[in-house]
């Protein structure tokens, strides 16, 4: 699209102290939004391109206003013109926490996270997002089968197999709706997070933000589609971020005995519903890159099966008919 970077640079042009800088590439991300890393006046901004034909930018800068005035570390609108789609904003680097996670760096870098969470959660905006809803539920599930089973496996399922996942869904969404509501980030992982030298993390992709299950960004973080780690030490991280939570009044005490099935549970929708947004990011959007994420995201889910009895038959589902048409893949 060579005319918009001739008007996002126009646009630049007219910023003051920018009459002259250069323009890169930063990175695209999933959606039509595009980013351009841009250096005058002796400063490093980051350029958004966000057709608006495509892209509601309203959202972006209510909820990145929002999580700046808790503190949390966004960055900052320079300027702004959404009519024509374009911001200037600050620049939090390029260290994705997913290239600096290891062994010894995850203890530290998962604390900043979840220490930025319970802010988000405790202090984060409750009006004007929308509701992470049963309807909004049931339209991420059902990518799974639409994008995943029938597009990109081309799986005709039995009567018996959609009743099962339409039992499944439905536990999903009752397992989310139950929960303690609380701002949702909705995209809360090492993607979108920063390694920043002050108020680490930087936090990215946050325009999506509703109000829904507190367990969502949390499951999102740490059974990540991108990475993983050791169940025993996930769900050592998820206990203390309880801690943490009652500690911040978010949690109740009392909740301690439902904490980890709201967080299974919660982590099997999100996984269905990344595994089909991944396919339709290949099928949809020509980007088959995300396909070699599908066996991790999905094994999340078959890892519950001795736990979680009424996913029973979903992981036998998964195991037997969606995982043998998927590429292998490795932790990174």
Known sequence: MPQRIEQLKRWLATLPGLSDFTFEPASNDASFRRYFRIHGDGSSYVAMDAPPDREDSGPFVMVAEAFESIGLNVPHIYARDLSQGFMLLEDLGSELYLDKLTDETVDRLYGDALGALATLQACGPRQHLPLYDR????????????????????????????????????????????????????????????????????????????????????????????????????????????????????????????????????????????????????????????????????????????????????????????LPGLKPVSNH
């Open 135 to 322: 309807a909004l539920l049931m339209r991420e599930m059902a990518l799974f089968r639409d994008w995943l089973l029938a597009e990109e496996l081309k799986l005709s399922l039995t009567d018996a197999e959609h009743a099962m996942l339409d039992r499944v869904f439905d536990l999903l969404a009752d397992n989310a709706l139950q929960q303690p509501q609380v701002c949702v980030h909705r995209d809360y992982h090492s993607r979108n997070l920063m390694v920043t030298e002050r108020h680490n993390p930087g936090i990215l992709d946050f325009q999506d933000a509703v109000i829904g299950p507190v367990t969502y960004d949390l499951v999102s973080l740490l059974r990540d589609c991108y990475v993983s780690w050791p169940a025993e030490r996930v769900e050592a991280w998820a206990m203390g971020y309880f801690q943490l939570a009652v500690q911040s009044g978010i949690l109740l005490g009392e909740h301690e005995t439902q904490f980890m099935n709201w967080f299974d549970l919660m982590g099997v929708q999100r996984h269905l519903k990344a595994s089909g947004i991944f396919a339709r990011l290949n099928h949809r959007d020509g980007k088959p890159g995300y396909l070699h994420d599908i066996p991790r995201t999905l094994g999340y889910i078959t890892e519950l099966n001795s736990g979680l009895s009424q996913l029973q038959a979903l992981c036998d589902f998964i195991q037997s008919r969606v």
